[in-house]
Each structure stands twice: as structure tokens, then as C-alpha cells.
């Protein structure tokens, strides 16, 4: 007998620890995990802080810090919703959503949103995290990508300094560069250990869109004219005119600070948030800025993917949720984000605060590219992983390398894209 409940006991524990999404205690208290990625000190202490402000004003909710990695979110989300261990309030990245809001693992948030909320982001920042109709994440910080120069070596140069109102042309550019290389140093170092996100994105600005979704709401891949001005231009630097370092081409970014640092590259293309390690390890002296990146045929167009919360769908104090970020995301707080991040908002209000338009670090200068923050393209497209990991990360890696040229990685981003694609959207 006293076997048999010692089962029994072990049983309803394991079931109990295993029971995922928010939980009552016996005073009816909620109690909502949430799962944060930041992962700069500054940005995790600012997450902490505004938990505990949460709970020590809301003792009716509380809300329980997880940390989570950007390293391994999709594979470890994906677990925990198949188990019914995820957590109710959910960090992530919009262009990681797609396939969890269509597969029923994120809760439509549509009605839950508070008006101030939805006003304050603007629509374009809402389209990152609408699928089929739905809302499914809240987007709350975003940062495009920008030039990071020697400020030094392009004044002695001569060459002229492009700004927000004036910015670059992609063939001015690449001309810049070339003027810019010599004697074992480069005018651009491009990081492009994953070219993908890098590339698509940076295209918007020359009318790319590569994702093009009929009437029937199919996706086809179309590697178009307005497609090719990023990856030619970056592909002639380092083949033809070798002014792009031909080493970093399979680095990540903070790989190429050293060299940067060291004199090496005139500019790095990096996330705006690449601010923070320059502070903090570049050599005593060393002088540097932020530029746009080029401008094409749409100007400064260019693609983001947000980082989001959303709530899962399996929570079953989903009100209480929205109520939790809707506090995290009230003006002031988005703004101690953003700064712990050194990445921009996305709210109107956030974005007026005098800290985010200082002249100190460049802030101003990612500000003024807000405006023209668009969806990143494979945004809503269902197998957009699959398609970047298989077929566009290796195409692009081959065709920068010079390994093939422009025919053969339009062949295979469209060809082989489209087979992996199809299987999504039977």
C-alpha cells in the first residue's frame, strides 16, 4: 500500500513538473514565466529591474526571470511548446515567428492589445509579426544596419561623408572603397558568416523583395534585378576590385573589430547595437562613426526583424500576460531597453527621448534611419529557415567567395528555394 502512493505521489510531481504556461497559487496569485534573451549586461539588468518593479507593484501577478540564448531559441521553443513546458511571455525575433504562429504555438493577439500599445507602434513595425491576419508577437526593439568607419582615415582621405539626408549610392560605395584600398588594407570588411539576413535586408533599398506571394497566397522566389545590386556590389569588392577583406567574408562581426581597430578597414557593415563593443574595446584614442548604409532605388529602405515578446498559446493567463508587457513596453521602459540593448524602439514616444538623439556614440544617427525600418522580406514565409540554412546560406557563401558567379546562385536560390518551399505550402 504504502508503495502504491509513493507512486502515485511521484506521479502527480512529475505531472506537476511538467505542466507548462502560468500557473495559481492558493491565494490566487498568478504566476507567469517569462523568457528573456538579452544577454548584454546592461540589457539583462534592465530586464530583471523592470521584473522586479513589475512584482513589487502587481502582487495579484507575478512574474518569474528566465533566461533564454539567442544560440539555441528556435530548437529550445519548439521542445517546449511540443511539451507544453513553454513559458507564457516569450522573447524572441519576429522572422523566427512564422512558423510558430501557423503552427498554433503563439496566442493571436489581436483583441488582447491595449489601444496605447498599437497606436504607439507604427504598422510597419506590426506587419513583422502578422501572419494570416493574426498578431502574434508585440515588436519592441529593432536596429538596422549601418556602416561603422575609421572616422580618421576618412577625413585624411578626402573622400566625402555621407548622412542620413545624404547618403551613399551603392556604386558611389563601391567606388569609395576601391579609393579607400591599398598597400594591404581595405576599404570594407564585410562580415558575412550568415549572409542571408544581411543580404536580403540591405536589398530592400535597391527594390528588392526576392519573396514575391501570389493571388492564392503562395510564395515563389524571384532573384530579380533589384535583388542583385547588394550581392554584386559585395561580391566585385572582394573579386574584382579587392577592396573587401576576402578573409572576413566568413566571419562573424565581432570578428572584425581587431582588425578594424589595427587599421585594417577603412569600415565594417554591423547591427547598430555593434556600438557597445566598440566603447568598450576600442584602443584608447581611436576615432570612429556611424554612417547609413547605402541608399538604392528606395533610398534607405531597409529590412528588420524586431525582437518581440508574444505569449503562448497555451498559457492559460493570457490577459495577464499583455498586461505584463504592456508594462515592460511603456515608453520609459522601452527606452531603458533600447539603451541596456543599444538598439532604437520601436514606439513613437521612445524614440523622442533626448537620450536615443545624442550626438555621443552616434545615437542620433540610427534614430534618423527609424523611418525607414520595413518587414524584413522572408518575414512571413513559412520555411524561411529551412530555405537560409539548406539552400541561401551556402549559395551566397559560394557566390561572394567567387566559387560561382551570379547565373548559378540564381539558379539554385530559385530553383532548389522553391522546392523547399512548396513542401510548406501544400
Known amino acids: 500500500m504504502r508503495r502504491r502512493w509513493i507512486t502515485a505521489l511521484c506521479l502527480t510531481l512529475l505531472l506537476t513538473s511538467c505542466t507548462g504556461g502560468g500557473d495559481s497559487d492558493d491565494d490566487g496569485t498568478v504566476t507567469l514565466r517569462f523568457q528573456s534573451l538579452a544577454w548584454q549586461e546592461e540589457s539583462v539588468e534592465a ?35 511540443e511539451g507544453g513546458e513553454a513559458p507564457d ?42 501572419f494570416g491576419g493574426g498578431v502574434y508577437g508585440v515588436p519592441f526593439l529593432q536596429e538596422p544596419r549601418v556602416l561603422i568607419a575609421n572616422a580618421t582615415w576618412l577625413k585624411e582621405s578626402g573622400v566625402r561623408i555621407p548622412t542620413p539626408d545624404d547618403p551613399w549610392t551603392w556604386p558611389e560605395f563601391r567606388q569609395i572603397t576601391d579609393e579607400l584600398s591599398g598597400d594591404g588594407k581595405y576599404g570594407v570588411a564585410w562580415p558575412l558568416k550568415e549572409p542571408v539576413s544581411a543580404t536580403l535586408n540591405l536589398s530592400l533599398s535597391a527594390g528588392g523583395q526576392l519573396f514575391h506571394r501570389g493571388s492564392d497566397g503562395k510564395v515563389t522566389i524571384r532573384f530579380q534585378e533589384g535583388d542583385q545590386v547588394v550581392p554584386r556590389t559585395v561580391h566585385d569588392q572582394a573579386n574584382t576590385d579587392h ?12 570578428d572584425t573589430l581587431p582588425g578594424f581597430f589595427g587599421g585594417k578597414y577603412a569600415m565594417v ?35 528588420v526583424s524586431p525582437q518581440t515578446l508574444s505569449v503562448a498559446e497555451d498559457s492559460p493567463h493570457k490577459k495577464e500576460a499583455v498586461e505584463f508587457v504592456d508594462f515592460l513596453l511603456q515608453p520609459k521602459n522601452m527606452v531603458r531597453l533600447a539603451l541596456g540593448d543599444w538598439m532604437l524602439p520601436t514606439g513613437a514616444e521612445a524614440l523622442k527621448d533626448p537620450a536615443l538623439r545624442t550626438s555621443k556614440n552616434d545615437w542620433a544617427t540610427g534614430t534618423a534611419l527609424a523611418g525607414r525600418l520595413r518587414s524584413a522580406p522572408a518575414q ?4 524561411y529557415p529551412e530555405w537560409k540554412d539548406k539552400v541561401a546560406t551556402p549559395a551566397f557563401q559560394e557566390y561572394y567567395s567567387g566559387a560561382i558567379g551570379l547565373d548559378e546562385l540564381r539558379e539554385r536560390l530559385e530553383k532548389d528555394g ?5 513542401r510548406y505550402q501544400r
Do not use: C
Not at 522586479?52 to 495579484?60: F, L
Not at 577592396?243 to 565581432?254: I, M, R
Not at 547598430?272 to 541608399?295: E, T
Not at 522553391?418 to 512548396?422: K, P
Open 89 to 130: 511571455i516569450i522573447h524572441d525575433a519576429s522572422d523566427d515567428l512564422a512558423d510558430f504562429a501557423y503552427g498554433g504555438y503563439l496566442a493571436d493577439l489581436t483583441d488582447l492589445l491595449p489601444a496605447r500599445l498599437k497606436s504607439d507602434i507604427p504598422q510597419r513595425s506590426w506587419d513583422t509579426t502578422t
Open 380 to 383: 512571413s514565409v513559412r520555411g
Open 418 to 422: 522553391n522546392l523547399v518551399l512548396a
Open 243 to 254: 577592396s573587401a577583406s576576402p578573409t572576413t567574408l566568413g566571419s562573424g562581426g565581432s
Open 47 to 81: 530586464n530583471r529591474q523592470l521584473v522586479k518593479e513589475w512584482n513589487a507593484t502587481h502582487p495579484g501577478t507575478k512574474v518569474e526571470y528566465v533566461q533564454g540564448s539567442w544560440d539555441s531559441v528556435h530548437d529550445q521553443l519548439l521542445t517546449s511548446f
Open 269 to 303: 557593415p554591423l547591427g547598430f547595437s555593434y556600438r557597445q563593443q566598440i566603447v568598450q574595446q576600442a584602443p584608447k584614442g581611436f576615432d570612429w562613426q556611424v554612417l547609413p548604409a547605402p541608399a538604392g532605388a528606395d533610398g534607405l529602405s531597409q529590412g
